[in-house]
């Protein structure tokens, strides 16, 4: 019967998938060594990648924490544009009235904290210290009752004690202690400004020194009672940022709206904003975007959220994943290399065997799915011993943790962990990982595939 | 059933021309156990290979079992898969069976590109296989098996599929004469119990010794055609 030469695709007979599957698996035993050695470099880009990342979510769920516990809480209220300009600490964008603010807070059960930033010079002089000297720092005048609801600097004490209201005492971190030489009991002197912009000098006593995981709080702030920065910088009662604690699994993924109804039943109005809320997705919210903010029409205060607040250490821990990137597409590289490398080879020792299944009528397409499985196989193999290596490394990490503190001693930029940092598990990933190596092996291997099918079949057939 | 007409196929080899063939015209009929004879270079493979639709000749005709399949309003290259596919067997010089796969999938894997059930597979293969004097060697993978051996498989391989023709390039070049002469006598057979039409090229006088039709080839042209035996 003569072959029609237009016979619809379909009703053409192909190789079934399983004898492909089959040619697949038994060719991946013919090479067993170089099976193997190809398989273990994608093994170790799998894990490493498994690895990495599971460090990589850590970090930013350990940074999530130590923003949220040490320098934000869950949100906060401030005085409209505070928190743009908050690296000058301005004086001039106060809450006037934390007072009915807080106590709406309370009234809905609402835990919050007002605080007073503002940017001094600590000076200190030889004896009691080593020698004179002086460092530019962030203050706070926090409230020794209300703070510990939303932050845990209380609970990062280590020497000394927690600061009591009303009282000249001062908390210092255990890093700028050790390079004053300051220990608890030592005078400092502040020098700043008041409200006004007029020169002021504080004379305190340290009563406690901290030290949290947060390296940017440790390096660059002081604590004093909120009462005692109140009354040197003429504040008369008014604070720059009411910090909230919020019910929340993690950070940034509070609802906003109980504080916003407890705001409006006192009275107090904050300017609608539309889609607001915590976001679904956990994402990070940058300015600008809506529902990042409210602004208050009658009160001049706004309603940050977490997201907002932290948009600067977002996008800092955007170029770090961007890094992490990089990294990616250097083990990328790797295991494209390996595939590639075996796949040329199997390819090229094979030709006159491919030349024969074309010559019997295996179409181009059927053999280049044969070799696609055959590399996905040693992907599928590579990934599935890498995801058990990478799952022990995760396992170690979530663990043990890797721990920092060495590593970042000398190191002078706004990390937001310190100390032990641990792996998170995220099966999503790691399934992720093996199985986009088993794709990614496959789709390498077209590349020789297609250069052997160039040739004619009687080209292939001549090749020893 | 095979009509060949006129053919001409030029190589160009670096900056040298070769003219494998210059103008061959055969017809071969069903159940013709034909051998292609001729020196080294004579275009006997070349011929097989226009024949067995793996290469294209430069001008001429080529008609299989109806199909036009040179010249003008010849078929696709898709359709020239299918007839190798379905209506073609190839038997080689140095067997091609496949290392890892064993005897009887080496068979198989010719119906499985037929997209046969399974079970019309397994009952096809055991019996070529079988009839081929390999019964009991399904399991075997070519290194366990001895040359003669391996180019029964090949010979399965070929004739599992019911082709229209069986085309075998020097099939007996690569085995000692006892080894060779019994795979001629295994072809020959089926040839005449079956009606499978064979077409082989060679060099080698016993292999001609067993042709009904031997056809000898010189420098691209048909030297000679002289039928021994009527098929």
Redesign the interface.
């Known amino acids: 019967m003569p072959v029609q030469d237009d016979l619809q695709p379909k009703r053409r007979p192909h190789a079934g998938p399983r004898m492909l599957i089959r040619l697949a698996a038994k060719n991946l035993t013919r090479y067993r060594r170089r099976t193997m050695i190809t398989a273990s470099a994608i093994a170790f880009g799998v894990a490493i990648f498994v690895a990495m990342a599971s460090l990589l979510e850590g970090l930013i769920a350990e940074g999530d924490r130590n923003l949220a516990n040490y320098e934000t809480g869950s949100a906060a209220l401030t005085g409209q544009g505070y928190w743009d300009e908050r690296e000058q600490y301005p004086l001039d964008i106060l809450i006037e009235d934390p007072a009915s603010i807080l106590d709406a807070l309370d009234a809905a059960d609402i835990a919050a904290a007002p605080r007073v930033g503002f940017r001094g010079e600590l000076i200190v002089h030889y004896d009691p210290y080593p020698e004179d000297g002086s460092a530019h720092l962030s203050m706070y005048g926090i409230n020794p009752e209300r703070d510990p609801r939303v932050f845990r600097i209380d609970e990062a004490v280590t020497e000394g004690r927690y600061l009591e209201a009303d009282e000249h005492g001062l908390l210092i971190s255990r890093w700028l202690a050790e390079r004053l030489g300051a220990e608890v009991g030592f005078p400092v002197t502040i020098t700043t400004r008041t409200r006004d912009g007029f020169h002021q000098i504080m004379d305190l006593d340290i009563v406690g020194i901290y030290e949290t995981p947060n390296p940017t709080v440790d390096r660059r702030t002081v604590f004093m009672p909120l009462e005692i920065a109140d009354s040197y910088l003429e504040m008369q009662g008014a604070v720059t940022a009411v910090h909230l604690a919020l019910p929340e699994a993690v950070p940034g993924t509070a609802d906003l709206e109980p504080v916003r109804a407890a705001l409006a039943q006192a009275g107090i109005t904050l300017e609608p904003a539309g889609g607001d809320g915590p976001d679904p997705d956990n994402n990070r919210d940058v300015p600008g975007e809506s529902g990042a903010q409210d602004h208050g029409a009658a009160t001049g205060v706004e309603l940050l959220s977490f997201d907002y607040m932290t948009a600067e250490f977002a996008a800092a821990m955007e170029l770090q994943e961007a890094a992490f990137g990089v990294i990616l597409f250097l083990l990328g590289v790797i295991a494209i290399v390996g595939i590639s490398n075996t796949m040329l080879m199997a390819v090229l020792e094979r030709e006159r065997e491919i030349g024969m299944m074309r010559a019997i009528g295996m179409r181009d397409g059927e053999i280049r799915s044969m070799f696609v499985l055959e590399a996905a196989g040693i992907g599928l193999l590579g990934g599935a011993i890498g995801l058990l290596i990478g799952a022990g490394l995760v396992g170690y990490l979530a663990t043990y943790g890797i721990d920092y503190s060495a590593m970042l001693e000398g190191v002078e930029m706004d990390f937001r962990f310190d100390g032990v940092v641990y792996g998170v598990w995220n099966p999503e990933t790691m399934l992720t990982t093996a199985i986009g190596a088993a794709a990614l092996a496959g789709v390498v291997a077209l590349i020789p595939v297609r250069r052997i099918l160039k040739r004619s079949v009687t080209e292939s057939l001549r090749q020893h | 059933m095979i009509n060949v007409t006129d053919i001409h196929k030029e190589y160009i080899d670096g900056e040298t021309s070769v003219r494998a063939l210059r103008g061959v015209s055969l017809h071969i009929a069903k159940g013709e156990f034909l051998s292609i004879a001729g020196p080294s270079g004579s275009g006997k493979t070349t011929l097989l290979?226009v024949i067995?639709c793996?290469?294209t000749a430069d001008s001429g005709g080529l008609s299989i079992?109806?199909?036009r399949i040179n010249g003008a309003h010849g078929?696709?290259s898709?359709?020239l898969?299918?007839?190798?596919?379905?209506?073609?067997?190839?038997v080689?010089q140095?067997f091609?069976l496949?290392?890892?796969?064993t005897a009887y999938?080496n068979v198989a894997?010719?119906l499985?590109?037929?997209?046969?059930a399974e079970s019309e597979i397994r009952e096809r293969t055991t019996k070529i296989l079988t009839e081929v004097g390999l019964a009991g060697m399904e399991d075997r993978r070519p290194a366990k098996l001895s040359g003669g051996q391996q180019q029964r498989v090949a010979v399965a391989?070929a004739l599992v599929k019911d082709p229209l023709i069986v085309l075998a390039d020097e099939p007996t070049a690569n085995l000692d004469s006892e080894t060779g002469e019994a795979i001629l006598k295994l072809m020959k057979s089926i040839n005449q119990r079956i009606g499978t039409t064979f077409v082989f090229s060679t060099h080698d006088q016993m292999v001609m010794d067993y042709a009904d039709r031997l056809c000898r080839l010189h420098d691209g042209l048909i030297e000679s055609d002289e039928v021994r035996r009527s098929a």
Do not use: Q, T, Y
């Open positions: 290979n067995g793996i290469d079992d109806g199909d078929v696709s898709r359709a898969i299918e007839i190798r596919r379905a209506k073609i067997g190839f080689f140095s091609n496949i290392p890892v796969l999938e894997m010719a499985s590109l037929l997209g046969l391989r």
